[in-house]
């Protein structure tokens, strides 16, 4: 890490100097000021966003409605003035000083502008499927992590059982529905600020001073750095300024929610600039551990970002960030939610087994929020990293070099038996990750005609246990791995204390060469080609030991605390190359109307399994240590249109086949932690979508509809249900069976409105917002059971408040208006006794939330 940084900044300085030495002229920067005006009444817009024509280079209005842009352009320029609400504006300014008035756009919708095609553009131009979510509007919405986001996105799909076992999917794929396995790689890229985070617990922490995120559908490889099959949240924080500024927000709520943020920015000198912004959430817990009499499942997050940006000139800049999260919450644990019939003998089912122990769960529903575990719960998880990053411009486009290191350090203790029985005693799988990317592209402009993006992208990756994952059965697990009606099970100490010690080590390398071209036939027919070769290496240790129990030399005893756990080692060493691309028709007929068709195909390297493999005969099966590499076959149809100046309408068709399809199927056997993986032979995935938005000069509505079906076409060799455990097959043909995790209908509205008022002598405007989502029902296990499903519901969120035109707002709020119960998953425990646990929604939550910005 030393060599890789040290090499990092060298070459930042390096450019640095590059560019310094290449200005034929000294730059001499100046200081444009100015104030943006309501036309039709002269009060100031606060956060009118103030830019150079041609340029990067802008400001958003302060509580007074002044702007100040420092630039190294002569006059006279062009500014380019908008606001939402309002039309927008271009002026020519030949001084300082200057007031620009905008008129009321009596509905007309501001250009929603995204970066993910590593330029400045229109969501509306784009010809990908692509939803964006304002980092104001994340903020008002209360959205502040992907877990809450997807309320906003129905096609996002997100599960979390603790924050190292996430899944994030678009369309129902991505990853592995339900349990996170460290082998394989996610689907779904996670990018902030150009910098991609290989972890799926970065999906956990607390959003940073946010200022866009984009949502993209489909595969996306010809764009981003690393390979994604299933789509990417491309997401932009809010850079550093030389204009002074700040936002303070604070937020109280019940069950001692407490939320701060704040965020200060402004210039160091007349080149360098920076911003610190910081977070911290706590709530109280929402459930109730019966056996150690503590609440747990709270929130206990901090998080600290820091940047500088230096621009020695209108056509560099330079910014190096730092961040770092921390999450200590007193849990995660999960209640029993139900117990299914398996065809086990009678005894071997779950309620014989805990009446025989006289235990008897003190709860009777998952939705009485209490739990019931003898082991401590802990889900320490803290990231961070730094990153440096050069915009150049080079004639008509962009140069863009990314370095970054990151890191991710995971402690947890979980209770894996839901019971407060000590039947897993530890389940603690410690792990340690550090990555090290390197990214360099060109963007822009090659003639008239034709535009486009190249680059190369490197990851490398080094995840390992730390130092130890272990696993340890207790006093009580005799009788729930008690296979026969033989004495021997009841040997006193036979699995007291009997465990597995495990270390593992992924070092893996991702090399690509990416590009992607716009090549304008005619005015309105636009081809877009896309290729990408990707060499993908992984190099995987993995041994584990059991200790503990009864030390027997007794061949009968051994082999029964080897159905168990038992010693597994393997080694693998792969590497691979692949192509991979797409192929786009754009067809603008107008302004309004933009129509294009994709075909893509995809690929997901190899997986490894490093939760335990599975065993036969006694054999433990190392055939399955590696699943072959995933294949995505993709094919889009859209629509993009303004069917008035006030509304957006867009309508989106996919269909995605993939062959060797990773998945995560569960087992049995309690030494297989949280399953292992596998290829189902075919999947398919195919639906539609619909999204739009309309706005009135104090009224806005949006709304999104998404239609999913997701199958195995085929999978001829997949793990039995939880209620078939124990027949005489233990594989099942499941093709035809649906995907896990995918409803086929989902939704959401939303809407604002706003009136012109005053408080407390205070001129501004109240407001009244309503999000709403919905869901139908969906499969929440790999193979497909009737007991295994999570049925539809709808969740209501909404907020009434003030925002004063000085900088000041605030508002009270509600999630779960209607206190809903619902499950977000549901999980088989681990030996697949017939008892599972369902991850339990939030219940209805409020509070009020006071904000100033300035």
């Avoid at 809450?148 to 997100?158: A, N």
């Amino acid at each position: 890490m030393k060599t890789f940084l040290t090499t990092l900044f060298s070459s930042a300085i390096l450019l640095i100097s590059f560019v310094a030495q290449a200005q034929n002229a000294p730059i001499v920067n100046a200081t444009v000021s100015g104030k943006i005006l309501d036309a039709s009444n002269d009060s100031p817009l606060i956060g009118a966003t103030v830019t150079i024509k041609g340029t990067t280079n802008g400001a958003a209005t302060d509580a007074n409605g002044e702007f100040q842009l420092v630039t190294g352009q002569k006059l006279p320029f062009t500014l380019v003035v908008s606001f939402l609400g309002y039309i927008k504006k271009e002026t020519v300014i030949e001084g300082s000083g200057v007031t620009i008035k905008l008129d009321p756009s009596a509905g007309n919708l501001e250009d929603v502008i995204i970066s993910s095609r590593r330029r400045q553009e229109s969501a509306q131009e784009v010809p990908i499927p692509i939803s964006v979510i304002r980092g104001s509007t994340a903020e008002d919405a209360g959205a502040f992590n992907v877990n809450r986001l997807k309320e906003l996105v129905p096609t996002v799909q997100l599960y979390v059982s603790n924050a190292r076992n996430t899944t994030l999917n678009i369309r129902g794929l991505g990853s592995t529905y339900g349990l996170t396995n460290d082998g394989i790689d996610p689907g779904v890229g996670f990018y902030v600020d150009g910098v991609y985070y290989a972890r799926p617990a970065a999906t956990a922490l607390d959003f940073i001073d946010i200022e866009r995120i984009e949502v993209l559908r489909g595969p996306q490889g010809t764009l981003f750095g690393k390979n994604t099959t299933a789509g990417a949240f491309n997401i932009t924080t809010r850079g550093a300024s030389f204009d002074p500024g700040g936002n303070f927000e604070l937020s109280y709520g019940n069950f001692g929610y407490i939320q701060a943020k704040g965020s200060f920015t402004g210039p160091i000198n007349k080149k360098l600039a920076a911003r610190v912004s910081f977070t911290g959430t706590q709530r109280n817990g929402l459930f109730y551990n019966e056996h150690t009499q503590q609440r747990i499942n709270d929130i206990n997050n901090i998080g600290v970002r820091g940047q500088i940006l230096y621009q020695p000139s209108s056509k560099v800049n330079i910014t190096v960030i730092g961040d770092v999260s921390d999450q200590k919450p007193n849990g995660y644990g999960w209640p029993v939610a139900g117990v299914v019939p398996t065809k086990r003998a009678a005894y071997r089912q779950f309620d014989a087994i805990i009446a025989d122990l006289g235990y008897k769960l003190p709860y009777s529903s998952a939705f009485e929020r209490k739990v019931d575990l003898d082991t401590p719960s802990k889900a320490d998880n803290r990231l961070g990293g730094v990153s440096a990053n050069a915009d150049i411009k080079i004639g008509n486009g962009t140069l863009t070099a990314t370095s970054a290191w990151r890191f991710w350090k995971w402690v947890p203790l979980n209770d894996r038996d839901y019971l407060g029985l000590p039947v897993f005693t530890i389940s603690s799988g410690n792990s340690a990750h550090d990555q090290w990317s390197q990214e360099i592209r060109y963007s822009g402009k090659i003639s008239p005609k034709l535009s486009g993006v190249v680059g190369l992208f490197g990851l490398w990756q080094d995840l390992k246990s730390d130092p130890v994952q272990t696993e340890e059965a207790g006093s009580a697990q005799w009788r729930f791995a008690q296979s026969t009606t033989s004495e021997l099970w009841k040997t006193p100490g036979l699995f007291d204390n009997f465990g597995i010690r495990t270390t593992n080590r992924i070092k893996s390398t991702s090399l690509a060469v990416f590009a992607q071209a716009d090549w304008a036939i005619t005015d309105k027919l636009h081809v877009l080609p896309g290729v990408r070769y990707n060499y993908d290496k992984k190099i995987v240790d993995y041994k584990r030991e059991t200790y503990g129990g009864l030390q027997t030399t007794d061949p009968a005893l051994i082999a029964l605390k080897k159905l168990v756990y038992t010693d597994q080692a393997f080694n693998t060493n792969y590497d691979q190359g692949n192509f991979s691309g797409q192929l786009s028709l754009q067809y603008k007929a107008s302004s309004r109307f933009n129509a294009y068709a994709t075909y893509s195909i995809g690929y997901k390297p190899i997986g490894v399994n490093v939760g335990g493999l599975p065993t036969a005969n006694g054999a433990v099966l190392l055939d399955l240590a590696n699943v072959k590499p995933e294949h995505v076959d993709h094919k889009e149809l859209g629509i993009k249109t303004r069917p008035t100046a006030n509304s957006v309408l867009n309508l989106t068709l996919f269909r995605s086949d993939i062959n060797d399809y990773q998945t995560q199927v569960q087992t049995p056997e309690p030494g297989v932690n949280r399953g292992y993986l596998a290829n189902a032979e075919k999947v398919r995935v195919q639906g539609v979508e619909v999204d739009g938005n309309i706005r009135f000069s104090n009224l806005s509505f949006n709304a999104a509809v998404a239609y999913t079906d997701g199958k195995y076409v085929t999978f001829k060799n997949a793990p039995v249900p939880l209620e078939e455990v124990g027949g005489e097959q233990a594989f099942k043909d499941i093709s035809g069976g649906r995907l896990p995790g995918i409803s086929k209908w989902s939704g959401s509205v939303g809407g604002e409105g706003t009136v012109k008022g005053t408080f407390l002598g205070l001129k501004g405007n109240y407001f009244l917002g309503i999000d709403v989502f919905a869901r139908s029902e969906f499969s929440s296990n790999p193979s497909p059971s009737k007991y295994l499903n999570i049925g539809g519901y709808s969740l209501t969120n909404g907020r009434l408040g003030f925002r004063a035109s000085n900088g000041i707002s605030f508002f009270v709020w509600a999630r779960n208006v209607f206190n809903k119960d619902y499950y977000e998953l549901l999980l088989a425990a681990p030996g697949s006794y017939g008892q599972y646990a369902g991850v339990v929604g939030d219940q209805r939550t409020y509070g009020v939330t006071l904000r100033y910005s300035f």
